[in-house]
């Protein structure tokens, strides 16, 4: 098994301009979460999915939207960005459990 | 949620036992007891979850009082390699609508 992958691995964005991330995983986990990381700051929640076609609000979800249209596949787009938006994002998913299965993460700089 | 508390930094020597204690004086409950290990430039990893009492696994310990308003994980002769941010989560282990939230963790420094 892959786990959890993140494509890409980085990517550097002017302001303004928009860009998805995708998460997938091959663990037949309903569970999947977006989390940014800022240099010294613990991980925040930007928006997660308990299922296959739902989506829920994190901790600091505006300026990001997400779609779940497969199981095993969790998006994450930016419309606009804003360097406020320069961070590490993680992607991860649990079945059932608290343990979550975290990929290797973005680094995403916008300029 | 349970808000839980954790020191924000702690430094060690190799070879010594590191006691990371974490506060959640609001817990409920159903509430269990989480704790993840992040390595810089890598995504957290599970290493431990308990409910009540003490429970071991082949990397740590988490100790839980009766009270369960605190917990204490326990890592036995550190390496340099445990150099690592540690975080402690509370919250349901089987439930839909499942948010978890970090805090912003232990930064755990191993000297040699």
Redesign the interface.
């Known amino acids: 098994n892959a786990g959890v992958t993140q494509t890409p691995k980085f990517r550097v964005l002017k302001t303004g301009q928009s860009m998805t991330l995708l998460c997938a995983q091959d663990m037949n986990h309903e569970y999947m979460y977006w989390y940014r990381q800022d240099p010294g700051m613990g991980l925040r929640l930007i928006h997660y999915s308990v299922g296959e076609g739902t989506t829920a609000k994190g901790e600091v979800p505006d300026g990001y939207n997400v779609s779940r249209l497969k199981k095993q596949n969790f998006l994450l787009g930016l419309e606009s960005a804003a360097p406020s938006q320069t961070s590490v994002y993680f992607c991860a998913s649990k079945k059932g459990t608290n343990e979550q299965y975290f990929g290797p993460g973005t680094r995403l700089t916008v300029t | 949620l349970a808000k839980t508390t954790q020191p924000i930094s702690m430094d060690s020597y190799e070879g010594q036992e590191v006691n990371i204690t974490c506060s959640h004086n609001n817990i409920a409950t159903n509430d269990?007891i989480?704790w993840?290990q992040q390595f810089p430039?890598?995504?957290?990893?599970?290493i431990i979850?308990g409910y009540k009492t003490k429970v071991t696994n082949e990397v740590a310990s988490l100790f839980i009082p009766a009270d369960r308003k605190s917990s204490t994980l326990s890592l036995p002769r550190v390496s340099l390699s445990d150099t690592a941010?540690y975080?402690c989560?509370v919250?349901?282990?089987?439930n839909?609508?499942?948010?978890?939230?970090?805090?912003?963790?232990t930064r755990l420094h191993i000297l040699p």
């Open positions: 269990y989480t993840y430039s890598q995504g957290p990893r599970f979850q941010v975080y989560l919250g349901l282990p089987m839909r609508d499942d948010k978890i939230i970090f805090g912003k963790g």
